[in-house]
C-alpha cells in the first residue's frame, strides 16, 4: 500500500483517537476521575443512534444531534446520580464504579439490541476522491470535517466562553475555582457531560468508517483497570494521593 495511502487511513483512525482521548482527558480534568467507561458509553450511543437511523428514519445530521444530546445528558446524569455521592471517598471508589458501569452497560446493550453484528447505515455515498495513488473515500472526509468542525468549536468554547474558561479554572485549582464563585459540581456534570458526548460522536464515526457495530467483550481492558486496582492497594493502601499525618495523643 503506497505510504500516501497509509497516511490517509492512519489520519482518519487517528482523529477518532484524538476525539476519545480528550473525552478521556476533559473528565479526568475536571472531576479527577480515571474512567473505564467511555467506550462502553461511546458503544451505547451509537446503539441509540443506529436505532434513530433505523427504526425512526430520522437523517443522519438530526440522528447525530439527537445522540449527541442524550450522550451529553447521559453522562451529566452519571456523575450527578453516581458518582456526586461518592466524590468525597478515596480515589479507587469513582474508578471501580466506572468498571462497572461498563459491565452493566455491556450487559444492557446486549439485552436491548442482541450480541449480533449490525450493519451501521452510511450518511454519504458516492465515488471516492483520487490524488494519483492516494484514494479518500467519502467517509474519510466527512471524519475528517466532523473532528475539524468539533475540535474548532471546543478550542473557542474553552478559549473565549464564561463556562470553558470556568471549566479551565477547575482544571487548574479546584479550591480556588470554588473561592471564585465556581461551582465545582456544575462543572463536573459539564466536563462528563461533554466528555460522554465526544465518545458518542467516536463511536458513530466509528461504526460509519468500519460499516459495522457489533456487541464486544474487551476482558483485556478490565483486566487492565481490575490489576492496576490491586497494584494500588496493595502499595498504596492509602490511596495515590495519601499521606502520613502525626497526630499528638
Not at 1 to 13: D, E, I, R, T
Not at 59 to 83: D, K, N, Q, Y
Request: glycine content about 10%.
Amino acid at each position: 500500500m503506497p505510504w500516501g495511502q497509509l497516511l490517509v487511513n492512519g489520519l482518519a483512525l487517528g482523529s477518532l483517537y484524538a476525539l476519545t482521548a480528550f473525552g478521556i482527558v476533559l473528565i479526568y480534568k475536571t472531576t479527577k476521575v480515571i474512567t473505564f467507561a467511555q467506550g462502553e458509553t461511546a458503544m451505547f450511543s451509537t446503539f441509540v443512534a443506529f436505532t434513530l437511523l433505523t427504526v425512526f428514519q430520522l437523517p443522519f445530521a438530526v440522528a447525530f444531534i439527537l445522540t449527541m444530546a442524550f450522550a451529553g445528558l447521559f453522562g451529566a446524569l452519571i456523575e450527578r446520580v453516581v458518582l456526586r455521592r461518592i466524590s468525597t471517598t478515596t480515589i479507587l471508589n469513582p474508578v471501580i464504579v466506572t468498571v462497572g458501569l461498563s459491565l452493566i452497560l455491556l450487559g444492557a446493550a446486549g439485552w436491548i439490541w442482541g450480541y449480533e453484528i449490525r450493519t451501521f447505515p452510511a450518511p454519504v455515498a458516492g465515488p471516492p476522491l483520487r490524488f494519483a495513488t492516494v484514494v479518500v473515500s467519502q467517509l474519510n472526509v466527512l471524519t475528517f470535517l466532523v473532528t475539524l468542525v468539533l475540535m474548532t468549536v471546543l478550542f473557542a468554547f474553552f478559549r473565549f466562553s464564561p463556562t470553558g474558561i470556568a471549566m479551565r479554572a477547575v482544571a487548574e485549582n479546584r479550591t480556588a475555582a470554588q473561592l471564585m464563585g465556581i461551582s465545582i459540581g456544575r462543572m463536573n456534570a459539564l466536563g462528563w457531560g461533554m466528555g460522554t458526548a465526544m465518545g458518542a460522536v467516536t463511536g458513530m464515526l466509528l461504526g460509519i468508517i468500519d460499516s459495522v457495530v457489533g456487541f464486544e467483550v474487551p476482558e483485556l481492558r478490565n483486566t487492565i483497570a481490575f490489576v492496576l486496582i490491586v497494584l494500588v492497594l496493595v502499595v498504596r493502601p492509602g490511596g495515590l494521593l495519601g499521606k502520613h499525618e502525626i497526630k499528638k495523643v
